[in-house]
């Protein structure tokens, strides 16, 4: 069985202050990883992927996210947070296994403090 | 730039009233899915769907809930009989391939009364 676990359903980051977005999977196959963001009354848009290759990956916005197997890990983070980077974070894990099925996570609201 | 489109964006029903939830996914794109998102929850796997068949689906993807590919180019939800806990927000995504990222509709959001 596959699943996503974000730690933090709210974080809170001064404006220009390091964005960090935690992530972790579960997985009995090597998986595809994205970070997706919804801002208000949106769907859903892809901020950044891993399938292979480059363990460090990145996305658009300035955000980007390191696949660490060992840790089963996938955070994402950005430097210096914006006012517009407010919005929900969505981590989510692809598998392929006779049948796919990408799994998101339970979410994690970032707050951006001007 | 292709988009993965929905329609209508909004639609209130009756309980136990059918629903079809309309999406036109990305042209030359196989694989596809509906997700929903209950207000303030996380977004939530129905079905993924390719080469005609369902891959996969979720438990909540009972027998009240339904998939077509009528036409080649839409990609349909029907909830048979509505019931109030199926008001949600219901997103359609569509991708080229299962390792690639699903783009996402805008959605639709059901408002059962």
């Known amino acids: 069985a596959q699943s996503v676990t974000q730690l933090g359903s709210h974080v809170s980051v001064s404006e220009g202050a390091l964005v960090l977005l935690r992530c972790n999977y579960s997985?009995?196959?090597?998986?595809?990883l994205f970070w997706y963001v919804q801002y208000p009354n949106q769907g859903l848009q892809l901020l950044l992927k891993y399938t292979t290759g480059a363990t460090l990956v990145k996305g658009i916005n300035g955000f980007e996210a390191e696949f660490k197997k060992s840790e089963t890990s996938f955070h994402l983070t950005k430097p210096s947070a914006h006012m517009s980077d407010a919005a929900e974070y969505f981590c989510?894990?692809?598998?392929?296994?006779?049948?796919?099925?990408?799994?998101f996570g339970a979410g994690t609201r970032l707050f951006v403090k001007a | 730039e292709p988009e993965v489109t929905q329609t209508p964006s909004h639609q209130v029903t009756q309980m136990g009233q059918e629903v079809i939830l309309r999406c036109v996914p990305i042209s030359n794109h196989l694989y596809f899915y509906w997700y929903r998102q209950i207000l303030g929850q996380k977004v939530e796997f129905l079905v993924s769907?390719?080469?005609?068949?369902?891959?996969?689906k979720s438990e909540i993807f009972d027998d009240q809930f339904s998939v077509e590919r009528p036409d080649g180019s839409n990609f349909t939800l029907k909830i048979r009989s509505t019931k109030l806990e199926d008001s949600a927000m219901y997103f359609c995504?569509?991708?080229?391939?299962?390792?690639?990222?699903?783009?996402f509709g805008q959605g639709t959001r059901l408002t059962v009364v």
């Open positions: 989510a894990v692809t598998r392929n296994t006779g049948g796919f099925k990408t799994i």
């Open positions: 997985s009995s196959v090597p998986p595809y």
């Open positions: 769907f390719y080469n005609n068949e369902i891959s996969e």
């Open positions: 995504a569509s991708s080229p391939d299962v390792a690639a990222e699903a783009f």
